[in-house]
């Protein structure tokens, strides 16, 4: 019924600190995307899942980035010892994507500040 | 080079006028295309899909040249609601990622 969720919509976290983002995609899509958009520049692609799979992991910028995908809906990206340049807005989107891609609906976006 | 590039902009067009975008891609087993717009502070929501044989909806047209590896966005008599950014997206090699480009600026002034 309702479109992707994203918790929390904004997040300030001291430098070193793990923070841990949510994104609810719309039932019964199987794909689900993470991009990241910082102050004025386009989207950058983090991750894509097809289910509970992972085929595309090349846009997460370090090891320090990771995300996760169960059951085949919630999807949490965690950022571990966050710095100052992780500070953007994290969007995720999902799309019913079948033999072709179809449009991706994003969420509200969590906007991470590290102070 | 980006894998779908567009002119950031900033584009300023009276109300009224007609305003067009390009937007390049750079793999040609793209099969998806789409334009999505994003508002200030907000997430992007479609605009259109962009299909082979070209497609209209309203005052908006999105035209794609596969030889060239482009395609085009249209907007006749702009509205002053139509200030936005205006992001391309393409699937990456047919596969299923899609690939934003980094959206172009449009103000209408009154």
């Known amino acids: 019924g309702a479109g992707v969720s994203q918790s929390p919509s904004n997040k300030v976290t001291e430098k070193g600190k793990d923070v841990e983002l949510r994104c609810d995609p719309i039932?019964?899509?199987?794909?689900l995307y993470w991009y990241r958009q910082s102050l004025g520049q386009g989207l950058e692609f983090l991750i894509y899942f097809q289910g509970n799979s992972a085929p595309d992991k090349s846009g997460l910028p370090s090891d320090r980035f990771s995300a996760e995908r169960t059951g085949g809906s919630v999807s949490t990206l965690t950022i571990q010892r966050t710095q100052q340049e992780d500070s953007a807005v994290y969007l995720c989107?999902?799309?019913?994507?079948?033999?072709?891609?179809?449009?991706?609906?994003f969420g509200q976006g969590t906007r991470l500040t590290v102070v | 080079r980006k894998e779908v590039e567009q002119d950031p902009g900033p584009f300023n067009v009276p109300e009224g006028a007609t305003v067009a975008f390009n937007c390049t891609y750079s793999n040609s087993a793209s099969q998806s295309f789409f334009w999505y717009r994003q508002d200030c502070r907000k997430e992007p929501k479609l605009l259109m899909s962009v299909y082979s044989s070209g497609n209209e909806d309203g005052r908006f047209t999105a035209q794609l040249n596969r030889a060239s590896q482009y395609i085009s966005l249209l907007i006749r008599d702009s509205k002053l609601s139509d200030s936005a950014t205006y992001l391309c997206?393409?699937?990456?090699?047919?596969?299923?990622?899609?690939?934003f480009g980094q959206g172009t600026r449009l103000t209408i002034n009154p």
């Open positions: 039932s019964g899509h199987t794909a």
């Open positions: 997206v393409a699937d990456y090699w047919g596969a299923q990622k899609l690939v």
């Open positions: 989107a999902s799309s019913s994507n079948g033999m072709v891609v179809t449009e991706a609906f």
